[in-house]
């Protein structure tokens, strides 16, 4: 039973090493294998923490380890994915403007400090201020899923040039915004307890269905306004 209280670590490690191939296959310009990687890596980090309250295995290292990892794959690679489908494009707009390209990297320093200040910040035990780093990762990497995968004006957006450089400033800004957002840390499956979570949850899986990966940053837009929704008369002290 003493070796199950490493398991959150080594969960941990796994989503470290996802983060890690992550960045190779953008290196390589394979964006979707990326974006599976990352989706792979959101799951055992859901899990490790699962595990970790399950077997009251909370640790000092583990919740150190857990941010590192987090920076990796939830902060390198989203602006680096960001970098890569701006230096890809060749429209007058970044032409004109090819420092732009850069801007994508905004997203990897503000996950820096949105990590950091995690960490230390006792207001955020049972919910979150400001944007989870997994969450604007999932919008990112929807990206280059709706790309292969749509067609129409959502492809288009998805592959403007505008929208990535308006998008990496937005979501940088949400990262360390002072806006509650709640958590899906489940200390029971009651219905009173988790009504948020659970509406939330089943609104999304009905937006999957119908939208498939388009409902992907709809879904991280959903969370957002929810989150402002519930906690519009809570304000973050601190």
Same mark, same amino acid.
């Given at each position: 039973?003493?070796?199950?209280?490493?398991?959150?670590?080594?969960?941990?490690?796994?989503?470290?090493?996802?983060?890690?191939?992550?960045?190779?296959?953008?290196?390589?310009?394979?964006?979707?294998?990326?974006?599976?990687?990352?989706?792979?890596?959101?799951? #055992?980090?859901?899990?490790?923490?699962?595990?970790?309250?399950?077997?009251?295995?909370?640790?000092?290292?583990?919740?150190?380890?857990?941010?590192?990892?987090?920076?990796?794959?939830?902060?390198?690679?989203?602006?680096?994915?960001?970098?890569?489908?701006?230096?890809?494009?060749?429209?007058?707009?970044?032409?004109?403007?090819?420092?732009?390209?850069?801007?994508?990297?905004?997203?990897? #320093?503000?996950?820096?400090?949105?990590?950091?200040?995690?960490?230390?910040?006792?207001?955020?035990?049972?919910?979150?201020?400001?944007?989870?780093? *997994?969450?604007?990762?999932?919008?990112?990497?929807?990206?280059?899923?709706?790309?292969?995968?749509?067609?129409?004006?959502?492809?288009?957006?998805?592959?403007?040039?505008?929208?990535?450089?308006?998008?990496?400033?937005?979501?940088?800004?949400?990262?360390?915004?002072?806006?509650?957002?709640?958590?899906?840390?489940?200390?029971?499956?009651?219905?009173?307890?988790?009504?948020?979570?659970?509406?939330?949850?089943?609104?999304?899986?009905?937006?999957?269905?119908?939208?498939?990966?388009?409902?992907? *940053?709809? #879904?991280?837009?959903?969370?957002?306004?929810?989150?402002?929704?519930?906690?519009?008369?809570?304000?973050?002290?601190?």
């Amino acid at each position: 039973m003493k070796s199950l209280r490493h398991l959150p670590n080594f969960l941990t490690c796994l989503n470290l090493f996802c983060g890690c191939l992550a960045v190779v296959y953008i290196s390589r310009n394979d964006l979707t294998v990326a974006s599976w990687l990352v989706i792979t890596a959101a799951v #055992i980090d859901f899990l490790d923490g699962f595990a970790a309250r399950v077997l009251n295995a909370f640790t000092e290292t583990g919740k150190q380890l857990d941010s590192l990892a987090d920076m990796v794959t939830f902060g390198l690679v989203p602006g680096y994915m960001m970098y890569q489908l701006l230096a890809i494009k060749t429209d007058l707009f970044l032409l004109k403007n090819q420092w732009l390209i850069f801007i994508p990297f905004l997203i990897t #320093i503000f996950s820096a400090l949105r990590l950091a200040k995690f960490n230390i910040d006792k207001r955020q035990t049972v919910g979150f201020i400001g944007l989870p780093t *997994p969450a604007c990762t999932l919008f990112i990497i929807s990206l280059p899923l709706i790309i292969q995968h749509q067609t129409g004006f959502a492809r288009e957006v998805a592959e403007s040039a505008v929208f990535i450089v308006i998008s990496s400033i937005v979501l940088s800004f949400l990262l360390v915004a002072e806006i509650p957002m709640f958590s899906f840390k489940f200390k029971n499956f009651s219905w009173k307890s988790n009504k948020v979570r659970f509406i939330f949850l089943l609104l999304s899986l009905i937006a999957f269905v119908f939208l498939k990966w388009l409902a992907l *940053p709809i #879904i991280v837009v959903m969370y957002i306004s929810f989150s402002i929704l519930v906690n519009r008369n809570r304000v973050p002290a601190g």
